[in-house]
C-alpha cells in the first residue's frame, strides 16, 4: 500500500513539472508581456537607433533614431525621426510625443504628432529588457485584440552594427517572446549616408535661405 502511494505521489510530481514547463515555454505576445520597472527614465533616456524591426514597416524605412528626454511634470519627450527614401535619406520625418513617464508594468501609452496632428491612432510601448548602455528590446499594439497590430523592435545606441552584433542582438530577445529572431526580423538600414547626407542637406538647405534673403535684400533696395 505504502508503495502504490509512493508511485502515485511522484507521478503526481512529474506531472506538475511537465505542467509548469509546459506553461514556461508558452510563448509570449506583448498584449500578455509584462514590460519591467526596474530602470530609470535616465537609462531609457537619450539618442537610440532603431537597427531592426518585426513585422517589417508598409513602406521602405531607414536612418530611424529615437530621441528620448525626460522633461518637467512627470512628461518624457520622444522624437522619432526616419526617412521613407532610399534615395534621399536625408529627407526626414520627424513625430513627436509627450507622454506620462510613469513606469509601470503596463508600460508607455504613447500618442504620436505629426505638424500638430495626431499621425496615428495611440499606442502602447513596453520594454521588456534594456541595457542603458547597449540595446533595449521593445514591443508594442495599437489594439491589444488585434495580433496584426503587434510590432517588436531593438533599440541600440550605436547606429551602425556589423552583422554578427545585428544578429546576436536579434537572437537575445526575452525568452520564449515572439517576434524576436534574426529568422523574422528585418533590419533597419543605418549607413554613412544617414550621418554625411543629413549634414550635406543642411549645409544645402542653408545655402538656399541665405540667397533667398540675399536676393530679397537686393529686391527691396
Given at each position: 500500500?505504502?508503495?502504490?502511494?509512493?508511485?502515485?505521489?511522484?507521478?503526481?510530481?512529474?506531472?506538475?513539472?511537465?505542467?509548469?514547463?509546459?506553461?514556461?515555454?508558452?510563448?509570449?505576445?506583448?498584449?500578455?508581456?509584462?514590460?519591467?520597472?526596474?530602470?530609470?527614465?535616465?537609462?531609457?533616456?537619450?539618442?537610440?537607433?532603431?537597427?531592426?524591426?518585426?513585422?517589417?514597416?508598409?513602406?521602405?524605412?531607414?536612418?530611424?533614431?529615437?530621441?528620448?528626454?525626460?522633461?518637467?511634470?512627470?512628461?518624457?519627450?520622444?522624437?522619432?525621426?526616419?526617412?521613407?527614401?532610399?534615395?534621399?535619406?536625408?529627407?526626414?520625418?520627424?513625430?513627436?510625443?509627450?507622454?506620462?513617464?510613469?513606469?509601470?508594468?503596463?508600460?508607455?501609452?504613447?500618442?504620436?504628432?505629426?505638424?500638430?496632428?495626431?499621425?496615428?491612432?495611440?499606442?502602447?510601448?513596453?520594454?521588456?529588457?534594456?541595457?542603458?548602455?547597449?540595446?533595449?528590446?521593445?514591443?508594442?499594439?495599437?489594439?491589444?485584440?488585434?495580433?496584426?497590430?503587434?510590432?517588436?523592435?531593438?533599440?541600440?545606441?550605436?547606429?551602425?552594427?556589423?552583422?554578427?552584433?545585428?544578429?546576436?542582438?536579434?537572437?537575445?530577445?526575452?525568452?520564449?517572446?515572439?517576434?524576436?529572431?534574426?529568422?523574422?526580423?528585418?533590419p533597419i538600414?543605418?549607413?554613412?549616408?544617414?550621418?554625411?547626407?543629413?549634414?550635406?542637406?543642411?549645409?544645402?538647405?542653408?545655402?538656399?535661405?541665405?540667397?533667398l534673403l540675399?536676393?530679397?535684400?537686393?529686391?527691396?533696395?
Open positions: 500500500m505504502l508503495g502504490r502511494l509512493a508511485c502515485l505521489a511522484v507521478l503526481l510530481l512529474l506531472g506538475q513539472q511537465v505542467l509548469a514547463q509546459t506553461q514556461t515555454n508558452a510563448p509570449v505576445y506583448c498584449n500578455n508581456a509584462t514590460s519591467i520597472t526596474n530602470f530609470t527614465l535616465s537609462d531609457l533616456s537619450g539618442v537610440w537607433y532603431e537597427v531592426a524591426r518585426n513585422p517589417a514597416t508598409l513602406i521602405s524605412v531607414l536612418c530611424t533614431q529615437v530621441n528620448i528626454t525626460s522633461m518637467p511634470n512627470n512628461i518624457m519627450n520622444i522624437q522619432t525621426t526616419y526617412s521613407n527614401s532610399p534615395s534621399y535619406p536625408w529627407v526626414n520625418v520627424t513625430e513627436t510625443a509627450n507622454v506620462t513617464s510613469t513606469i509601470s508594468q503596463y508600460g508607455f501609452n504613447v500618442t504620436y504628432y505629426l505638424y500638430n496632428t495626431p499621425s496615428q491612432t495611440t499606442l502602447t510601448f513596453k520594454v521588456l529588457a534594456l541595457n542603458p548602455s547597449t540595446n533595449a528590446y521593445i514591443c508594442g499594439y495599437s489594439n491589444g485584440s488585434d495580433p496584426s497590430t503587434f510590432f517588436d523592435v531593438i533599440l541600440s545606441r550605436q547606429r551602425i552594427l556589423n552583422s554578427t552584433t545585428l544578429t546576436a542582438y536579434e537572437n537575445g530577445g526575452p525568452p520564449n517572446f515572439v517576434g524576436f529572431g534574426s529568422s523574422v526580423m528585418t538600414s543605418q549607413t554613412q549616408s544617414c550621418y554625411a547626407n543629413g549634414a550635406t542637406s543642411t549645409v544645402s538647405f542653408m545655402g538656399v535661405v541665405l540667397a540675399y536676393a530679397m535684400f537686393h529686391l527691396v533696395q
